[in-house]
């Protein structure tokens, strides 16, 4: 246990065990010092510098994540009353390349949130950089694998929490930021690979608690989009977060106007 310990936290991600040694063994402060970084996900990790050489501490974070005593919202209004105030943590999963933009959603800061009386965060996530480009868009497992443990750590902290479809710049017809790539697809083609990575999310949550809800895209816009061919979409999407199952029968959904919300 690191409990009544004084730990240093520098400041800044640190998403490999080299990285985070390396940090460790810079930092000018003497032997014996702990450190606590963040590795821009969920987890945090703790080193102590001894004979100048950063050592992994083990430790529990159940203090910090531990689960809260959150009912289930027993209606969409009820979730919605429960809501409170919220924050949208933006800039790490919804960049081109996770992490790109320099933000994160580390246990201290999310424990420092839900102090502070946030009742929800928003999740934002860019899919359609971990998905195959093509109609089908089959999402890399390992990157499901990571936001639903993300998921599974927020919804312990917060009584609602909201993931989306973030920069979706090809349906968006917007420009295209690399590792995505400009495939010729139509509006058809986008429209169906949209719908699929959905099929895909909701199927991967729809077990989840109903503290969770979805948000099919973050500012739909672009000249595809129009009010028409967005209301047909986020119809169709919804339908099919609804035929998914489990808890996804009664599920908010948000679904928010074209023309970046306004």
């Known amino acids: 246990s690191l409990a009544g310990q004084i730990a240093v936290t520098l400041p800044g991600t ?51 994540g531990s689960p809260g005593n959150f009912p289930e919202p027993a209606s969409r209004a009820e979730f919605v009353a429960g809501m409170g105030v919220g924050v949208n943590l933006g800039n790490w999963f919804d960049a081109p390349t996770v992490g790109q933009y320099g933000g994160a959603a580390s246990q201290i800061a999310m424990s420092d949130l839900r102090a502070a009386g946030a009742g929800h965060v928003r ?53 295209i930021e690399a590792p995505e790539t400009s495939w010729s697809g139509t509006y058809s083609d986008h429209a169906t690979r949209f719908k699929n990575m959905w099929a895909q999310i909701a199927t991967r949550f729809a077990g989840y608690s109903k503290r ?7 500012e739909p816009t672009g000249g595809w989009l129009t009010a028409s061919a967005w209301n047909t979409l986020s119809q169709e999407t919804t339908a099919i977060i609804r035929a998914s199952g489990g808890n996804n029968a009664t599920r908010v959904v948000v679904i928010g106007p074209i023309g970046q919300n306004d």
């Open 14 to 64: 640190y998403s490999t065990d080299a990285a985070r040694r390396a940090a460790v063994e810079a930092d000018g402060r003497p032997d014996g010092t702990l450190y606590l970084l963040d590795d821009g996900l969920i987890v945090l990790h703790a080193y102590r510098k001894t004979g100048g050489v950063a050592v992994p501490v083990s430790f529990s974070t159940s203090g910090v």
């Open 123 to 175: 999740r934002g996530v860019r899919w359609s950089a971990h998905a195959t480009e093509n109609t089908a868009g089959t999402i890399n497992a390992g990157f499901m694998d990571q936001i639903a443990s993300l998921v599974d750590w927020l919804l312990t902290k917060f009584p609602r929490v909201i993931l989306n479809l973030h920069h979706y710049k090809a349906l968006h017809q917007q420009a």
């Open 212 to 218: 969770l809800g979805f948000e099919p895209d973050n």
